[in-house]
Every structure is written in C-alpha cells, then in structure tokens.
Nanobody
Framework: QVQLVESGGGLVQPGGSLRLSCAASGSIFSITSMGWYRQAPGKEREFLATITRDGGTNYAPSVKGRFTVSRDNAKGTVYLQMNSLKPEDTAVYYC?????????WGQGTQVTVSS
C-alpha cells in the first residue's frame, strides 16, 4: 500500500509560479512511475506529467515547457514546478503513483490562477 499527501496549491496571479509536492509513504520502494493529473470543473481528469524511477519524463503538450516534474526517490516525493500559469490552469491537481500491481491517487490540491 502507498499513501499520498499533496501540498503546495493555492491562489496565484496569471504569469506566476507554484510548486506542488506529493509525499508518498508506505511501500515507497515499490513505486515505479510518479506523476500529476488535474481536473477542472465540468471536465475529465487530464494527464500532465510523469517521471520514472530513473528520471525519464513525459509531458502533456498543454504544459510542456511551462511545467517541470521531478522526484526524490529516497524521500518518495514527486514535485511539479509550474511556471507561466494561466487562468485555464485552474483545477484540482492530483498526484498519481504506480507500483507493479496498483495505482494510487492523492486527495488533490486546488490551484486557482486569477487576478
């Protein structure tokens, strides 16, 4: 079992930056990939970025070049650095981790981009 706790969301002005964190506990040694999704009101959950245990990354076109995913394997933590934020980035952001036998989700953290 893996438990996830996200932090770092909040209100930011357009053009600003935020850094989200997701700390895993439990069987962190079994985690393979870690990543981030988001869900805006009335929309489906959207893939943003993922990072493998050896640091390989993959990004959605909508955030490539603005968002950066990173991880600390020793701490079982994944980060999402978000720059040049836009109002359309407003959503609940979810951490996702995968092991060979299951996928786990965090509780979500609200990000609001507004002036």
């Amino acid at each position: 079992q893996v438990q996830l706790v996200e932090s770092g969301g909040g209100l930011v002005q357009p053009g600003g930056s935020l850094r989200l964190s997701c700390a895993a506990s439990g069987s962190i040694f079994s985690i393979t990939s870690m990543g981030w999704y988001r869900q805006a009101p009335g929309k489906e959950r959207e893939f943003l970025a993922t990072i493998t245990r050896d640091g390989g990354t993959n990004y959605a076109p909508s955030v490539k070049g603005r968002f950066t995913v990173s991880r600390d394997n020793a701490k079982g933590t994944v980060y999402l650095q978000m720059n040049s934020l836009k109002p359309e980035d407003t959503a609940v952001y979810y951490c996702n981790t995968r092991t060979p036998w299951a996928a786990y989700w965090g509780q979500g953290t609200q990000v609001t981009v507004s002036s």
